[in-house]
Nanobody
Framework: QVQLVESGGGLVQAGGSLRLSCAASGRTFSNYAMAWFRQAPGKEREFVAAITGTGSITSYGDSVKGRFTISRDNAKNTMYLQMNSLKPEDTAVYYC???????????????????WGQGTQVTVSS
């Protein structure tokens, strides 16, 4: 079993920044592909960003490219999402996800992940 706990969400004005964290349990965190997804009210859960176990390959959703940066610290079993130039349309619950199998690519679809956190709310005011 892997437990994922997100933190760092909150209320921020448009143009501001936030950094989300995802702390993971498990002794082989460095093997896990990890990702962030988000879900706004009334919308489908949307891919935001993903990263391979070593951190060597990342992938971003089109709506966040150039503004968000995904990273990880395997020594701390933690993944991050640095969010800059936030917009009101970034308002959503942000979920951390992990894939504990073996895979060389990050994965951008929900079904490619087998563990999920409870989510953290990000609200961007205009």
């Amino acid at each position: 079993q892997v437990q994922l706990v997100e933190s760092g969400g909150g209320l921020v004005q448009a143009g501001g920044s936030l950094r989300l964290s995802c702390a993971a349990s498990g002794r082989t965190f460095s093997n896990y592909a990890m990702a962030w997804f988000r879900q706004a009210p009334g919308k489908e859960r949307e891919f935001v960003a993903a990263i391979t176990g070593t951190g060597s390959i990342t992938s971003y959703g089109d709506s966040v490219k150039g503004r968000f940066t995904i990273s990880r610290d395997n020594a701390k079993n933690t993944m991050y999402l640095q969010m800059n130039s936030l917009k009101p349309e970034d308002t959503a619950v942000y979920y951390c996800a992990a894939y504990t199998g073996s895979r060389w690519y990050p994965g951008t679809y929900r079904y490619e992940y087998n563990y999920w956190g409870q989510g953290t709310q990000v609200t961007v005011s205009s």
